[in-house]
């Protein structure tokens, strides 16, 4: 059992078993909530019942709910391409309890999942609890018997805010949670969490279990919650990367289809210097059909605006391969062929997704060329310390339609950065001198609006690039 549909089942299977009632994935545009861009994790179309807003009539639940980390708080977009974990599009399991059972029974469940269900060895796993939560610590020991050195606690950070205690928002459920690790191996960089080398590819966090056990109010005091509740998540990739023998989410064979493909309509090699352009590519994929599928639109505001950016990072990424004509509409058949069995609404939308993907490609090659070549220009009249200059990242903006990420990334490749507050104050600029011009013709009356918004949440925010406020992390 090592494909993502036998995982699937089986996850869902066992939490069905424990009385949990399987629940379809939410689309990725979160119904009735503005603060949030798409869904990141299992509890988004939970969240009234863990405060209590809503009840339904089971109080136990398991899904397997489709996730996007691509803008706001939860951002995986600057990782693609650079860890083996992360995605900009991937599945996350979960099992919650609404006011039902907590801690005690949470964890055995978990453990059983892992150690029986999934059979991933025991002596390969270790443990992260809250530092003050002894509670969990002890049922840990008790129930998986592993050493204390594989429990480690996990304080707050220097900043605030702890990777073990969770908050939904400013107030709110919170509690502490538990994350489980898989060790693969001392072949690879990196170190167990809470040491200096956490961030490696050696240690991989598979699971997060949330214990919400407090609400946090406004004045900052806390109340211990009377309907405890859990909220669980575990990525499907990272399993099957693990139960096919790799720490690389990109070298499970779902992902390696999608990767292949790529180096076969660009005949080029899978494994060879444009490596890093596939796995992007095959990521951005995901995302980008998801997300059409799930009704998003690409434009220049909000969700559309970071779905664009999604697309046109894939798109320069293409291009660096050498790709001569759009190339992200004709991968669509494969991913449809790996997962439209699961995911039937791709299959829908399929024609849709190739049209608007083959659209876009073929607007943008038209001035990404000429961007790149621009960029070039910047970069040789400057000293290689030196930031690129916010007015020349907002020129390729404004003038080629380069996101600022896709700049951002295009320099990270050569390890230097854009100035982003002059970014912000030429795009400023622009729109004051765009407003006193309008100002004039007595015309103006719907785009104030668009100007109050913009103005209200700062050019970056207003085009996507941070616009959660609710945390919606597991
Ligand atoms: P990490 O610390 O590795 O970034 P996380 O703590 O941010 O992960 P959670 O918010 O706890 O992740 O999400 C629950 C689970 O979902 C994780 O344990 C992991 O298995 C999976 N997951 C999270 N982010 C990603 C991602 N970008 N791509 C693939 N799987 C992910
Ligand atoms: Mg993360
Ligand atoms: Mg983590
Ligand atoms: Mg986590």
């Given at each position: 059992?090592t494909?993502?549909?036998?995982?699937?089942?089986?996850f869902?299977?066992y939490?069905n078993?424990?009385g949990h009632e399987?629940?379809?994935?939410?689309?990725?545009?979160p119904?009735n909530?503005?603060?949030?861009?798409f869904?990141?994790?299992?509890?988004v179309?939970?969240?009234n019942l863990?405060?209590?807003v809503?009840?339904r009539?089971?109080k136990?639940a398991?899904?397997?709910q489709?996730?996007v980390?691509?803008?706001?708080k939860?951002?995986?977009?600057d990782?693609v391409?650079?860890?083996?974990r992360?995605?900009?599009f991937?599945e996350?399991?979960?099992?919650f309890?609404?006011g039902?059972?907590?801690?005690?029974d949470?964890?055995p469940?978990?453990?059983?999942?892992?150690?029986?269900?999934l059979?991933i060895?025991k002596?390969?796993?270790?443990?992260?609890v809250?530092e003050?939560?002894?509670?969990?610590a002890?049922?840990?020991?008790k129930?998986a018997?592993?050493?204390d050195?594989?429990?480690?606690?996990?304080?707050?950070?220097?900043?605030?805010g702890?990777?073990n205690f969770w908050q939904?928002?400013?107030?709110?459920?919170c509690?502490?949670?538990?994350?489980?690790?898989?060790?693969?191996?001392?072949?690879?960089?990196?170190?167990?969490?809470g040491?200096?080398?956490?961030?490696?590819?050696?240690f991989?966090?598979?699971?997060?279990?949330?214990?919400?056990q407090?609400?946090?109010?406004?004045?900052?005091?806390?109340?211990?919650l009377t309907?405890?509740?859990i909220?669980?998540?575990?990525?499907?990739?990272r399993?099957?990367?693990?139960?096919?023998g790799?720490?690389?989410n990109?070298?499970?064979d779902?992902?390696?289809?999608?990767?292949?493909?790529?180096a076969?309509?660009?005949s080029t090699?899978?494994?060879?210097?444009?490596?890093?352009?596939h796995?992007v590519?095959?990521?951005?994929?995901r995302?980008t059909?998801?997300l059409?599928?799930?009704g998003?639109?690409p434009s220049?505001?909000?969700r559309?605006?970071?779905?664009?950016r999604?697309?046109r990072?894939?798109m320069r990424h293409a291009?660096?391969?050498g790709?001569?004509?759009p190339l992200?509409?004709?991968?669509?058949?494969?991913?449809?062929?790996?997962?439209?069995?699961?995911?039937?609404?791709?299959r829908?939308?399929?024609a849709l997704?190739?049209?608007?993907?083959?659209?876009e490609?073929?607007?943008?090659?038209?001035t990404?060329d000429?961007?790149?070549?621009?960029?070039?220009?910047e970069?040789?009249?400057?000293?290689?310390?030196?930031?690129?200059?916010?007015a020349?990242?907002?020129k390729?903006y404004d003038?080629?339609?380069?996101?600022l990420?896709?700049t951002?990334?295009?320099?990270?490749?050569?390890?230097?950065?854009?100035?982003?507050d002059?970014f912000?104050?030429?795009?400023?600029?622009q729109?004051?001198?765009a407003?006193a011009?309008?100002?004039?013709?007595?015309?103006?009356?719907?785009?104030?609006?668009?100007?109050?918004?913009?103005?209200?949440?700062?050019?970056t925010?207003?085009?996507?690039?941070?616009t959660?406020t609710a945390e919606?992390q597991?």
């Open positions: 059992m494909g993502l549909a036998d995982i699937r089942s089986t869902l299977n939490f078993k424990q399987i629940v379809p994935s939410s689309p990725l545009v119904r909530d503005p603060t949030l861009m869904a990141n994790s299992g509890m179309q939970f969240k863990f405060t209590g809503e009840t009539d089971y136990r398991t899904t397997a489709k996730c980390r691509a803008g706001g939860h951002n995986d977009l990782n391409g650079y860890t083996a992360h995605h900009t991937f996350m399991l979960g099992n309890s609404f039902d059972y907590f801690k005690s949470a964890i469940f978990a453990w059983e999942m892992v150690t029986k269900e059979a060895p002596d390969k796993l270790l443990v992260t809250y003050t939560d002894d509670e969990a002890e049922i840990w020991k129930v018997g592993i050493s050195d594989r429990i480690i606690r996990i304080g707050d950070k220097p900043g605030g702890s990777d939904m928002g400013p107030t709110g459920p509690g502490p949670c538990t994350e489980i690790f898989y060790d693969h191996g001392d072949k690879f960089w990196g170190g167990p969490p040491s200096p080398e956490e961030d490696g590819d050696r991989i966090e598979i699971w997060n279990l949330v214990f919400m407090y609400e946090q109010f406004e004045d900052g005091s806390r109340r211990e309907a405890q509740s909220d669980t998540g575990m990525g499907i990739e399993v099957a990367a693990l139960l096919q790799t720490n690389d990109y070298a499970t779902l992902m390696r289809a999608l990767i292949e493909d790529s076969h309509k660009t090699d899978p494994d060879g210097p444009g490596k890093t352009h796995r590519i095959a990521d951005h994929l995302s059909s998801f059409i599928a799930d998003v639109m220049n505001d909000g559309g605006y970071v779905l664009r999604i697309m990072r894939a291009h660096l391969l790709s001569q004509d992200m509409h004709r991968l669509v058949p494969e991913l449809v062929r790996q997962m439209g069995e699961a995911y039937p609404e791709l829908q939308a399929q997704i190739e049209e608007t993907l083959k659209l490609e073929t607007r943008f090659r038209q990404l000429r961007g790149l070549k621009l960029l070039d220009e970069l040789s009249g400057l000293s290689d310390d030196q930031a690129l200059p916010g020349a990242a907002f390729l003038t080629y339609g380069f996101p990420d896709l951002q990334d295009a320099l990270r490749e050569k390890g230097r950065t854009v100035d982003t002059g912000d104050n030429a795009m400023a600029e729109k004051a001198k407003r011009a309008w100002a004039g013709t007595g015309e103006s009356a719907d785009l104030t609006i668009w100007f109050d918004v913009a103005d209200q949440h700062g050019a925010d207003f085009l996507g690039y941070d959660e919606g597991i």
